[in-house]
């Protein structure tokens, strides 16, 4: 059995709580949300609530897809809330967020993939906090261009999409997404003249090289943000870490991003997609 490999200083964090960690996890519970800081075993939770933020996660906590990334819950999804979108705006009002940032499991057990109850939700949102800004991090729904649409109409800030990772591991670890369909979706919202932005993860065993080659792939279809942060392998049932990447390498990364082209790029071992994401709407 192979070792695993020891995690470095750098990336050992205290979770730690105050009161407005405490309000934001009543008002979360209380409502009956999802969060993909939960979900997703972040580890910037304790910051990001700590300072009234959440990304709140629709479509209910399962998920169709299986990634090998991924600590979500996979299987047969519950069906939709039609309240969620109203829970989630309520949500929102009662933390007195300036800036809401919004994801969701993949449902490709649905019709429309979910996409117009991303719509519902979004507008929900703006209809009850109109000075709320809104990113939104959204799923490949098959490539289907109508449905990303639904997405893009209802008006968000930023739409972001996430490539993963690189060109040749993605393949071995996205259990449906497809490194070209995820491309095309970023590029339609670019088009669109809305920000766009994705997130990668390093430490799979991709090269600097490769890194690089997605970088200019992202640029030539419109990106606008870039994030960039280590993976971190949520059970012994996940793909492995293969390596940790210093923060020398994440100063780099971001340093080669924003020569590239990108307006911004966050570039770090704790980084994740929705991490910091208020400076990323003051910026765009």
């Known amino acids: 059995m192979k070792e695993r490999i020891r995690k470095p200083e750098w990336l050992k964090i205290s979770i730690g709580a105050n009161e407005r960690y405490t309000e934001t996890k009543r008002i979360v519970e209380s409502n009956c949300l999802h969060t993909i800081c939960n979900s997703g075993r972040c580890p910037n939770m304790g910051e990001c609530w700590g300072k009234g933020t959440a990304t709140f996660m629709i479509g209910g906590n399962i998920c169709t897809r299986s990634c090998k990334f991924c600590n979500t819950q996979t299987g047969k999804p519950l069906p939709l809330e039609p309240e969620e979108p109203k829970r989630v705006a309520e949500s929102i009002r009662l933390m007195k967020l300036t800036h809401a940032v919004i994801t969701s499991v993949d449902r490709d057990d649905l019709p429309d993939l979910g996409a117009q109850h991303w719509a519902n939700t979004i507008r929900a949102i703006k209809s009850l906090n109109p000075e709320t800004t809104i990113e939104v991090l959204i799923p490949d729904f098959q490539g289907k261009p109508e449905l990303v649409d639904l997405v893009i109409e209802a008006r968000p800030d930023i739409i972001s999409h996430n ?5 040749r591991i993605s393949p071995l670890v996205r259990s449906a997404a497809r490194y070209d369909t995820s491309l095309n979706v970023i590029k339609q919202i670019a088009a669109s ?61 971001k340093e080669t991003g924003l020569n590239k082209g990108f307006q911004q790029v966050e570039s770090g071992p704790l980084v994740r997609s929705s991490y910091h994401a208020e400076k990323h709407i003051k910026k765009a």
């Open 163 to 167: 490539m993963e990772t690189v060109k």
């Open 193 to 253: 003249g809305t920000t766009a932005k994705s997130g990668i993860m390093v430490g799979l065993s991709e090269t600097t090289h490769e890194v690089e080659e997605l970088m200019d792939d992202l640029i030539r279809a419109g990106c606008h943000i870039l994030t960039i942060g280590q993976y971190l392998q949520p059970s012994h049932k996940h793909y492995a870490v293969r390596e940790y990447v210093t923060p020398q390498q994440f100063e780099e990364y």
